[in-house]
T-cell receptor, first 111, second 113 residues
Framework: GEDVEQSLFLSVREGDSSVINCTYT??????LYWYKQEPGAGLQLLTY?????DMKQDQRLTVLLNKKDKHLSLRIADTQTGDSAIYFC???????????FGTGTRLKVLA | DTGVSQNPRHKITKRGQNVTFRCDPI?????LYWYRQTLGQGPEFLTY????????KSRLLSDRFSAERPKGSFSTLEIQRTEQGDSAMYLC???????????FGPGTRLTVT
């Protein structure tokens, strides 16, 4: 079945790196995504990775995918107070266009 | 590119009333999606359109819910006989054939009293 789990909360100091983790159960995913949601707002697409890749880097963001362990992570370098938000990972699958989202990780950046 | 827009942004209604939400996708996007997000949870898929055809519906979409996309552009989501359990953020997203990324609107927050 489809199940995507994330830790609920992460707190880091400004300037440190943040690592947000996601585990999933269905290994047939085609793409995996990271979205950011600020209070009262919709979801902003941050980055995504094709399921046959191991790593993708995009400026301050690094995505790591371990297919064997069904583990996805998002590393944010030099975390800023503006990065405080809820981060969702999501999977897509061949044959359907729906995404399966994780429960979200609330990132709090302390000044 | 003005992004996905949704109206209204907030809706408060009494239990038993009908409500309708509108989504305007990014203009060149032919695919449109509706999701529901309850407090403290990730979005859950409701339904998907390709042009005007509704191609996939979740079991979450009970018979009180109906979605349309009559001309393949904007979409409406109607909830009849609202219940308190319908209180949630309703999110719309759009994408274009050949790209997998979905772009989300700001959502409509529904409160049923």
């Amino acid at each position: 079945g489809e199940d995507v789990e994330q830790s609920l909360f992460l707190s880091v100091r400004e300037g440190d790196s943040s690592v947000i983790n996601c585990t999933y159960t269905d290994s047939s995913s085609t793409y995996l995504y990271w979205y950011k949601q600020e209070p009262g707002a919709g979801l902003q697409l941050l980055t995504y990775i094709f399921s046959n890749m191991d790593m993708k880097q995009d400026q301050r963001l690094t995505v790591l995918l371990n297919k064997k362990d069904k583990h996805l992570s998002l590393r944010i370098a030099d975390t800023q107070t503006g990065d405080s938000a809820i981060y969702f990972c999501a999977e897509s699958f061949s044959g359907t266009y729906k995404y399966i989202f994780g429960t979200g990780t609330r990132l709090k950046v302390l000044a | 590119d003005t992004g996905v827009s949704q109206n209204p942004r907030h809706k408060i209604t009494k239990r038993g009333q009908n409500v309708t939400f509108r989504c305007d996708p990014i203009s060149e996007h032919n695919r449109l999606y509706w999701y529901r997000q309850t407090l403290g949870q990730g979005p859950e898929f409701l339904t998907y359109f390709q042009n005007e055809a509704q191609l996939e519906k979740s079991r979450l979409l009970s018979d009180r819910f109906s979605a349309e996309r009559p001309k393949g552009s904007f979409s409406t989501l109607e909830i009849q006989r609202t219940e308190q359990g319908d209180s949630a953020m309703y999110l719309c997203a759009s994408s274009w054939t050949g790209m997998d990324e979905q772009y989300f609107g700001p959502g409509t927050r529904l409160t049923v009293t």
